[in-house]
């Protein structure tokens, strides 16, 4: 048993591909607009920003990993530095992080389709409600991606990437990046809504600090290439901006489906319906993989004793139907509530429950816990995690209200929970 589990555990080059695959979806194809409407050419300095912001995320992840063979990622780090009600608060948002990522792939993937075929657009509804019921109905019947399946999604996002890139680098005109803010002037505010907004395109290298127990020798390998995913992601991301700027200019704010419109720009019909499979075959199939993935994190949680036990209730093709259902309703409530632009901010803002929890564990485990020489070691001391709280607090602060109550609501619904599932285990054993 050991050795069969040793022969299927993740190298160093694995755990960089799952990174890189699990990091790059639906946002860096649709968002580039976003951030042009609010930044314009300055949008490229919002990529820089986030990146800078992400790595030191990522080395704080990369720092508590040090202490852990086991899966759990930010639920496991929340509990041992805070103690069982901040660990329940990171594990209850953890399964919302899921449920909000998933309608908002929804909406992506309307989007997406809408771009390519126009005449769809008043049918957004019925277009996210089919996909979200018939995923959840194809997981009750006991149907899950396959390999094949996730492999082609990683070639199909990334060869359409790849080549704009490679191409479209020769098409850039100087031009394009003047003036450098829309209408020739910087509105206040901006710089903060741009970076939430293409923040979403840089989340999920977190699934790599769940995912430790599947790895070789997680405390060496886990550290490096969470870094080594985020160095080439943020330097991916920003060519992209760039060339799509270059290529479009101030025409880049319009596009509902930028790098779609400039590679067609550049190379017609081939550039624009390779973009456009690229799109719906990475965001449909992610889409596959969340649906899932999503509600086995609800089963995990009453497995765990988080919520209640009826939630890991399965059927005879051990299917989580009762997961299953109750994430269905959620995420098509949320699907339904806004544009992909919205719901990728909500998306991004719900995901710092999780950041700064473990960006504060990092400074008590540095209190608390012992280091092996070879373990990584954060350079300058509390900086980096004193850095990351400091600016993911101010973006937060930048945000609507209301954006931000969404985002961050599972938190508050998850206190009442949290009595009430101590509540019942007291009862239980009396």
């Not at 389709?113 to 996210?128: D, H, M, Q, S, W």
């Not at 590679?263 to 690229?278: D, K, S, T």
Request: net charge positive; aromatic share 10%.
């Amino acid at each position: 048993m050991v050795e069969e589990k040793a022969k299927n555990q993740l190298g160093f080059w694995s755990i960089i591909l799952l990174g890189i695959n699990g990091i790059i979806g639906s946002g860096i194809f649709l968002l580039p607009n976003q951030a042009a409407k609010l930044m314009g050419t300055a949008s490229i300095f919002v990529l820089i920003f986030d990146g800078l912001l992400v790595v030191s995320i990522a080395m704080c992840f990369a720092q508590a990993a040090n202490y852990f063979d086991r899966d759990g990622g930010p639920y496991l780090y929340a509990q041992d530095a805070f103690g069982e009600f901040i660990g329940f608060e990171v594990g209850f948002i953890t399964w919302a992080v899921r449920i909000i990522a998933e309608a908002t792939m929804a909406v992506a993937f309307q989007t997406a389709l809408v771009a390519t075929f126009p005449n769809l657009a008043p049918y957004k509804v019925l277009i996210v409600s089919i996909l979200i019921i018939g995923l959840a109905l194809m997981n009750i019947a006991g149907t899950h991606t396959s390999k094949i399946v996730i492999d082609v999604i990683t070639v199909s996002k990334l060869i359409p990437l790849v080549l704009f890139v490679a191409i479209g680098i020769f098409f850039i005109k100087g031009g394009n990046f003047t003036p450098l803010f829309p209408h020739g002037h910087y509105q206040s505010g901006s710089f903060a809504k741009a970076a939430l907004v293409m923040f979403y395109a840089f989340t999920g290298f977190e699934g790599l600090s769940v995912a430790a127990g599947d790895m070789t020798n997680a405390r060496k390998n886990l550290p490096k290439a969470l870094l080594v995913v985020m160095l080439c992601v943020t330097t991916f991301y920003i060519l992209i901006q760039i060339v799509s700027t270059g290529i479009l200019g101030s025409k880049l704010a319009q596009s509902p489906a930028p790098i779609q419109m400039a590679f067609a720009q550049i190379a017609g019909g081939f550039g624009n319906a390779l973009v456009a499979a690229g799109t719906l075959l990475s965001t449909g199939g992610l889409l596959v993989a969340s649906s899932y993935i999503t509600p086995r994190s609800g089963v995990a949680l009453a497995e765990s004793g988080i919520m209640p036990p009826i939630l890991g209730k399965r059927n005879r093709v051990n299917a989580p139907w009762v997961s299953i259902l109750v994430g269905m309703v959620i995420t098509l409530l949320i699907a339904w509530s806004g544009t992909f632009g919205f719901l990728a901010q909500i998306s991004a803002i719900s995901r710092f429950a999780q950041y700064i929890p473990t960006c504060l564990a990092v400074l008590v485990f540095a209190k608390t816990k012992k280091r092996r020489p070879e373990d990584f070691n954060l350079p300058w001391g509390p900086v980096i995690p004193i850095v990351a709280i400091l600016v993911s607090l101010w973006l937060l602060i930048q945000v609507d209200h209301t954006q931000l109550l969404i985002g961050l609501g599972a938190l508050l619904i998850g206190v009442p929970v949290y009595f009430i599932m101590k509540l019942t285990h007291h009862s239980s054993k009396v």
